[in-house]
Antibody, heavy 121, light 108 residues
């Protein structure tokens, strides 16, 4: 069965960087794209961006442009999300999600378990 | 950017029907997907492409979409349906995935 297993919780100081991993199994990694979604405490879901796991094309949410980088390692079927210049409002649970496509849209069929990133001095 | 608006909360008695709205400009022209998120857990898709259900999702979950409102309907509500629910679309103009504001369903 499809599994997305993420790296463990992180505590970072303001201004630092964090890199979260998402290891996929149960399917051919390069045939489904990966999105990253975050959720601040008590808040809703926020889409961060997407990476094409076949050609590494990316598209990031405008508010994160310049601070986020999404990459993949096809040999280990792992996706990565790096967020730089961390601020307190980046404190959130970060999810990776495997995308599925329909005739006219994209949705998230499988999710990782989430990684809590806490930004605190 | 495209905005999806949901009511913050919906309360329903067990066995009754819960309806959760998702408002957006001409959302009827888009494909809408719905997620259930129980406390402390990752979201799970319960309806995709307006009205299709993934395998394993009960028939009690159904969706519709027309005009400026999409609706997730949960029939014969059970205690286990208590969760947050989010709608989501893909904005083809900006190529951005957008989530609704979320609705907390409380089973009385």
């Amino acid at each position: 069965q499809v599994q997305l297993v993420q790296s463990g919780a992180e505590v970072k100081k303001p201004g630092a960087s964090v890199k979260v991993s998402c290891k996929a199994s149960g399917y051919t990694f390069s045939t489904y794209d990966i999105s990253w979604v975050r959720q601040a405490p008590g808040q809703g879901l926020e889409w961060m961006g997407w990476i094409n796991t076949f050609n590494d094309n990316t598209h990031y949410a405008q508010k994160l442009q310049g601070r986020v980088t999404m990459t993949t390692d096809t040999f280990t079927s792992t996706a990565y999300m790096e967020l730089r210049s961390l601020r307190s409002d980046d404190t959130a649970v970060y999810y990776c999600a495997r995308e599925s496509s329909t005739s006219s849209s994209y949705y998230f069929h499988d999710w990782g378990q989430g990684t809590l990133v806490t930004v605190s001095s | 950017s495209y905005v999806l608006t949901q009511p913050p909360s919906v309360s329903v008695a067990p066995g009754q029907t819960a309806r959760i709205s998702c408002g957006g400009n001409n959302i009827g022209g888009k494909s809408v997907h719905w997620y259930q998120q129980r406390p402390g857990q990752a979201p799970v898709v319960v309806v995709y492409e307006n009205s299709d259900r993934p395998s394993g999702i009960p028939e009690r979950f159904s969706g519709s979409n027309s005009g400026n409102t999409a609706t997730l309907t949960i029939s014969r509500v059970e205690a286990g349906d208590e969760a947050d629910y989010y709608c989501q679309v893909w904005d083809s103009i900006t190529e951005v995935k957008v989530f609704g504001t979320g609705t907390k369903v409380t089973v009385l």
